[in-house]
């Protein structure tokens, strides 16, 4: 796309600097839905596991766009636009259930679990009067189709042709930190959804911030969940737009933050139940944070035990939707079910380690309303886009402008 008097140049920096306008463009919001959920990404759908059995569906999104997925009679997974092909009504309202058929409120239009078109209601008329001429096409605006795979669990939809498969999406080294978790079937523990008042990029890039994540989040500094002091890493993969950071809690215990006075390392907290912090190493590796980040608008996280998905879904200009979705392994035992319980009341939108970060992002998007000829400076960790063993880095937030530069033609 070329530069024009609505859409500025990005600035000659590159991928260090990013300019506020890419927040508060209406017109680019609506270029980047076609472009990047519509276009040559694969978006995560939902857990395999929400759909339980044959004749099952879920809703979901496609950037702005309502998706339903099924699972058929025979147990094959489906994604197409929640939109009737008649008068574009939603299909489905009800987040998930069992159906063999799906009818629409308005017309009574009846669709098979693929999404194809399988009944017209008084499409004949009646005694010959009113209905369709026999030449109508009632399928000529049918919902679009995604093609979907699953991913060790994860259901991912396209509506693009030529896709590679998941895996080289996401590049080897992201794609080995992803089957680490989902090494085994799941099962969902519950979900959870909050409004975030500001642009989704704003949100993605703060998954992939992980500078942030010990200097505003107290709680992860203060019980030294998460320190830039601890072993760990950031991995880039893909295109840029995917990456996993991670990090090890050290045996020893260090006190560089109270040294350097941060407001993160504030002293005088413990927890009434400091059991809620027992972890176990199921896994093997000392890994006990783990976030991976897949462009354009998935997350797959371990905080100790507590194991979610998160979902990107933007809401217009100014407004993102976020579905977490809590899960467990299906093999877990009554004692494993309640420790992941009682550790998801650490995130989510009220959580002691997540409910900073909506307000963050919110911040950012209220300060820069005056600011769209400003930009962000990205220099931390250097002005590339690759795998590094430090996290007092922002390599991941520029392969993700790196990712979706390349889709919008910037």
Sequence with gaps: ????????????????????????????????????????????????????????????????????????????????????????????????????????????????????????????????????????????????????????????GTLADGMPPVEDYLGADVAEKVRRVMAKPVKPLGGYSQMLPNNWKLYMENVKDTYHASLLHLFFTTFRINRLSQRGGVIVGGDGGCHVSYSITDAVKSDDYEKAGMRSAAGGFALEAPEVLDSVDEIGDGITVQIVGVFPGFVLQQIKNCLAVRRVAPRGLESTELFWTAFGYADDDQARTELRLAQANLIGPAGFISMEDGAATGFVQRAIIGAGDHQAVVEMGGRDVASNESRISETSVRGFWQAWRARMGL
């Design 1 to 156: 796309m070329a530069a024009t008097p609505q859409t500025p140049a990005w600035p000659q920096e590159g991928l260090t600097r990013v300019p506020y306008w890419v927040y508060q463009d209406a017109d680019l919001y609506r270029q980047e839905m076609d472009r990047v959920f519509r276009g040559r990404s694969w978006n995560f759908l939902c857990l395999a596991a929400e759909l339980p059995g044959p004749n099952t569906f879920r809703t979901s999104d496609l950037g702005d766009m309502p998706v339903v997925v099924t699972r058929d009679a025979e147990g094959a997974f489906h994604a197409f636009e929640n939109r009737c092909a008649h008068r574009g009504a939603l299909l489905v309202f009800k987040p998930a259930g069992s159906a063999r058929e799906m009818a629409c409120v308005y017309h009574n239009w009846t669709y098979d679990l693929t999404g194809k078109l399988t009944g017209v209601a008084f499409r004949r008329g009646i005694k010959g009067s009113g209905g369709m001429l026999p030449d109508a096409q009632p399928d000529a605006q049918a919902p679009r189709q995604l093609k979907i795979e699953n991913y060790h669990g994860l259901l991912f």
